[in-house]
């Protein structure tokens, strides 16, 4: 049932919407954060574009539908570029599972032992987003709760940070 959730979010590309609902298939940073508007989860099913963090509010919505204990976690390189990612977390029949939609080079459902170990394999494999090296220390992680259509990237930031920081 879950893997078939997977295989359904596999055609859905790299993209977002902005404040006037200009679709960007690329990250030009500075115009993402001054006009970053997240989407609705029916809005990328409808148009098969989004970004990680919209991809992991669909998967919030359907885990909570199927009744499944999930976590979205915001991973954030501190050292001030402001690297960073969501991934969504399940625990079923005792183990736990990251299911990545949206990093293309990981993409998949992964089982591991512990959140703990999916949290080390992240550190330990970061290096995709951090374009310009990093230390494992500066990356932080955020539990946090449904983000809002419609918001902002520095609204986003806020959200998340204003989370449950786990270590």
Known sequence: MI?????GLKDIKY??????????TRLEKDEFRKNYKMQSC????KSRYAICW??????????????????????????????CHTFSVFNMNNYWYWFEASWERKKGIHKFNSLNEILDFYRD???????????KEDIVFYEYDKALAGCSCEDFYKHCLSGKLIQ
Do not use: P, S
């Open 3 to 7: 893997e078939k959730f997977y295989d």
């Open 15 to 24: 993209g977002w919407y902005d404040k006037n609902n200009i679709l960007h």
């Open 42 to 45: 029916d809005n990328v099913l």
């Open 54 to 83: 919209e991809m992991c509010e669909v998967q919030r919505k359907y885990f909570d539908r199927i009744g499944v204990n999930n976590k979205t976690i915001f991973v954030y390189l501190n050292n001030g570029r402001g690297e």
């Open 125 to 135: 494999n970061f290096e995709d987003f951090a374009k310009f090296g990093y230390n």
